[in-house]
Antibody, heavy 119, light 106 residues
């Protein structure tokens, strides 16, 4: 059974870098793309991007200049780094596996981690 | 970007009701359309993928249909556990986008 667990600091200062890790268990991290999605408090879902173990990645153009996704196969971890954060980046951040067949879908998801950007 | 628009944004219903949520794409997404259920404080849960395929373990009262630009999620008979927010998502384009959500309330 695939399980994903996000971790990282819950509070980041404005203009600093947000760094999160998604630990993957129960599945091969080299077999799928892995996505990050965020949800500001009380709002909807925004796809941030996804990454493959080879380094292939896609980003939401609205965040592309500030976001880097990487995979550490030795640790079975997916990482998100977001530069120059502001209060607008306050959100719950989720990681998810991109499954595929006749199309693509995100399943499962991690439980999410709330990151607050504040001084 | 492909815009996804859900209707209604909120819906009041009663136990046992049949409800339908509609999702419209700004351009064709073929069958690359998924539905998720999210309860307060929890991660979204996949209900339907590829427009009409029920995810393992999801009750059969949930069903999805559509192709191209118009899709529907139907709950045939509401249970108390179904009151949540529902999101559609397209994965056809390289930028995945979600609908704004439909909050289903008692």
């Amino acid at each position: 059974q695939v399980q994903l667990q996000e971790s990282g600091p819950g509070l980041v200062k404005p203009s600093e870098t947000l760094s999160l890790t998604c630990s993957v268990s129960g599945d091969s991290i080299t077999s799928h793309y892995w996505s990050w999605i965020r949800q500001p408090p009380g709002k909807g879902l925004e796809w941030i991007g996804h990454v493959y173990y080879s380094g292939s990645s896609r980003y939401n153009p609205s965040l592309k200049s500030r976001v880097t996704l990487t995979i550490d196969t030795s640790k079975n971890e997916v990482s998100l780094k977001m530069d120059s954060v502001s209060a607008a980046d306050t959100a719950v951040y989720f990681c998810a596996k991109r499954a595929y067949g006749s199309s693509f879908w995100l399943d499962p998801w991690g439980q999410g981690i709330l990151v607050t950007v504040s001084s | 970007d492909i815009q996804m628009t859900q209707s209604p944004s909120s819906l009041s219903a009663s136990l046992g009701d049949r409800v339908t949520i509609t999702c419209r794409a700004s351009q064709s997404v073929r069958n690359y359309l998924n539905w998720y259920q999210q309860k307060l404080g929890k991660a979204p849960k996949l209900l339907i993928y590829a427009a009409s395929t029920l995810q393992n373990g999801v009750p059969s009262r949930f069903s999805g249909s559509g192709s191209g630009t118009i899709f529907t999620l139907t709950i045939s008979s509401l249970h108390s556990d179904d009151f949540a927010t529902y999101y559609c998502q397209q994965t056809y384009s390289t930028l995945y986008t979600f609908g704004q959500g439909t909050k289903l309330e008692i």
